[in-house]
């Protein structure tokens, strides 16, 4: 099937666009990532902030704090507008990306205020009612850290560390560490949120519930352990990261059933490349999480025990 390679979603026009309310939900949200099927989990988000359904609590990995940072700030529809409309700009993902940010992903322009017609809000992102945590892999110990927002000096240099894919990205230094995608030791943090003492927790996945990953080719480990020779605790978690996902998936699944939290997950598969370049794919899986999160509201909000 040929790819489309319009520049731009065809349905960008109709995305929802709005405020979220100032209503603040206890609980904590953690929101997976996996580059560009971070979209579905935009559409979720903006069902979900439709609701008032704004959690106390957002912890996000790589594409998951992307969206995250969106989510607290109260922006319905921005993530998604950024994606739709920015993919084929190479100022976001490309030449100019990687020649300002040295990787694939040009984050000085995704995570500037001033986006054109879609600032950043800045001040509510800030606001101490919401908390906000950005998980990263530090490449020295291959230990997953969580940076939160009031936390660290800088923020959006943790969400860009959390986002910064290894090999297509350079390694963001904070504090004198160096950091990349938080994906590669902690995928889906849940189990920060159930450390934490949480007692309402959502996940938001962006793989249904029966995907899992194969295990990890010996190839690929050869590729990562030859740029990453010099780090070698960050290399053995790497090669673990497919299987501890797997396991993830696992417990969330048995804590879902046990109501210690609530899993939100495609209801179809949509197959979408980490970098994909369909826009009408991107488009479709963005609003099968949109009706996904509409239609899971009543039951959440049972979950939540909230009206």
Not at 25 to 54: H, K, P, S, T
Request: glycine letters at 8%; hydrophobic letters at 35%.
């Amino acid at each position: 099937m040929a790819v489309n390679n319009e520049k731009v979603f065809s349905g960008l026009v109709y995305l929802p666009k709005g405020r979220a309310d100032d209503t603040v939900i206890e609980g904590c949200i953690v929101l997976e990532g996996g580059a560009f099927r971070g979209v579905y989990g935009e559409g979720v988000l903006d069902a979900l902030m439709e609701a008032g359904i704004n959690m106390q609590t957002t912890i996000g990995t790589s594409a998951g704090a992307l969206n995250g940072m969106n989510y607290v700030s109260g922006q319905i529809g921005r993530s998604a507008r950024i994606n739709l409309e920015y993919r084929h700009d190479s100022r976001y993902v490309g030449r100019q990306a990687l020649i300002h940010n040295g990787g694939v992903v040009g984050f000085d322009f995704a995570l500037q205020q001033d986006l054109e017609d879609n600032p950043f809000d800045m001040e509510r992102f800030m606001d101490p009612r919401r908390r906000f945590i950005a998980v990263v892999t530090n490449i020295a110990t291959g230990k997953a850290e969580y940076m939160e927002k009031g936390k660290v000096d800088n923020i959006l240099k943790a969400i860009q560390a959390s986002a910064s894919m290894p090999i297509f990205s350079r390694a963001v230094e904070i504090d004198g560490q160096y950091y990349l995608d938080g994906g590669c030791a902690d995928k889906i943090a849940f189990q920060w949120a159930l450390d934490q003492g949480f007692k309402k927790i959502v996940v938001v996945k962006t793989q249904p519930d029966d995907y899992r990953k194969p295990p990890m080719s010996e190839k690929e480990k050869k590729a990562f352990n030859t740029v990453f020779r010099n780090h070698p605790q960050f290399c053995d978690v790497f090669a673990k990261s497919n299987d501890l996902y797997n396991e993830q998936c696992d417990e969330i699944a048995r804590q879902h059933r046990r109501k210690n939290l609530f899993a939100i997950a495609p209801s179809e598969y949509i197959p979408v490349s980490r970098l994909e370049k369909d826009m009408e794919k991107l488009g479709r899986l963005y609003y099968l999480g949109y009706h996904d999160g509409r239609k899971i509201i009543p039951a959440l909000k049972q979950y939540l025990e909230i009206d």
